[in-house]
């Protein structure tokens, strides 16, 4: 199957720091990709759906300036964390869909686990 | 999307089939099923969907009623590396929620030796 890799897959930070994670579509180009969240015993949060060449749209409630995402690429997207706090910290997963019909397979990274200190 | 009802948690014996339900009554015609599967500390993992013909692929088959208001995920043999979180998702072909995915809880699956 398609492949979607993440990185880092787990990264430390100081408060106030910014991070950024990466999302590659290694084996086909992902028109929209998206970004979870997922805290500890949770079911994971849509945050944001990334389109290829324009602005990210936002769950209700997820402040866009602090998550910072881009999709300037078909097989790459990236999330940036501005300002970490501890609250932050969590499992940030990004999945993508190859363009199409709707029906398909969306593909997951394997995580990033964001420790903030 | 529509709401689906999934135990919390479920065992199974290593080497037996395990049958994982889902309710989803609330399903629209255009929406279809989707399973994924969430080992811990891993991304989730598509399993199988369908709409409402039975399907099955190497990994699974999914059963879905005639009214299309529940659901079955089958592991024909399950393994000790099969035990992780179920995810019973129902999404719409289209529309504005066209490739979102709206995870519940999940099932909790642990086969045991």
């Known amino acids: 199957g398609a492949v979607v890799s993440q990185h880092p897959s787990r990264v430390i930070c100081k408060s106030g720091t910014s991070v950024k994670i990466e999302c590659r579509s290694l084996d086909f180009q992902a028109t929209t990709m998206f970004w979870y969240r997922q805290f500890p015993k949770q079911s994971l949060m849509l945050m944001a759906t990334?389109?290829?060449?324009?602005?990210?749209?936002?769950e209700q409630g997820v402040e866009k300036d602090k998550f910072l995402i881009n999709h300037a690429s078909l097989t790459l997207s990236t999330l940036t964390v501005t300002s970490a706090h501890p609250e932050d910290s969590s499992f940030y997963i990004c999945?993508?869909?190859?363009?199409?019909?709707?029906?398909?397979?969306?593909?997951f990274g394997s995580g990033t686990q964001l420790s903030v200190l | 999307d529509a709401k689906t009802t999934q135990p919390t948690s479920m065992d199974c014996a290593e080497g037996r089939a395990a049958n994982l339900p889902c309710n989803h009554s609330t399903i629209s015609g255009n929406e279809y099923v989707y399973w994924y599967r969430q080992i811990h500390s891993q991304g989730p993992q598509y399993i199988i969907h369908?709409?409402?013909n039975n399907e099955t692929n190497e990994m699974a088959s999914l059963i879905i009623t005639e009214d299309r208001k529940s659901s079955t995920l089958i592991l024909p043999h399950a393994t000790l590396r099969d035990t992780a979180v179920y995810y019973c998702i129902v999404r719409p072909a289209g529309g504005t929620s066209y490739g979102k995915l709206t995870f519940g809880q999940g099932t909790i699956l642990t086969v045991h030796p």
């Open positions: 990334s389109n290829e060449g324009s602005k990210a749209t936002y």
């Open positions: 999945s993508a869909r190859e363009g199409g019909t709707g029906l398909e397979k969306l593909f």
């Open positions: 369908g709409l409402k």
